[in-house]
C-alpha cells in the first residue's frame, strides 16, 4: 500500500479538531466561543465537552491524516 496525499477537505477537517481539541484541553491556549461552540454541538449527541474529549480530538486529528493518505476517497 502506497501512501497518497490526503484530500484537501480531510486536513481542514484534521486541522478543526486540532484546534477544537486544543482549545477544549486548555493547556496552550483556550478560546471560549470554541468551548461554548463545540459544548452545543456534542451536547446535542449527550457527550460533555471536557478536557478528555479534547485530548481526544487531539489524537484524533492526526490520526485522521494518517488514516487519509492511507486509504484514497476519504
Known amino acids: 500500500m502506497t501512501p ?3 484530500y ?3 486536513v481542514v477537517v484534521a486541522i ?3 484546534i477544537v481539541g486544543l ?3 486548555g493547556s496552550l491556549f483556550s478560546v471560549a466561543a470554541i468551548n461554548q461552540v463545540a459544548d452545543q454541538v ?3 449527541i ?3 465537552a471536557t478536557r478528555d474529549i479534547g485530548r481526544v480530538l487531539i ?3 492526526p490520526t485522521l491524516l494518517i488514516v487519509g493518505s492511507l ?3 476519504l
Open 4 to 6: 497518497s496525499p490526503p
Open 8 to 10: 484537501l477537505a480531510t
Open 16 to 18: 478543526l479538531l486540532m
Open 23 to 25: 482549545s477544549l484541553e
Open 42 to 44: 456534542l451536547g446535542v
Open 46 to 48: 449527550g457527550v460533555d
Open 59 to 61: 489524537v484524533a486529528a
Open 71 to 73: 486509504f484514497r476517497g
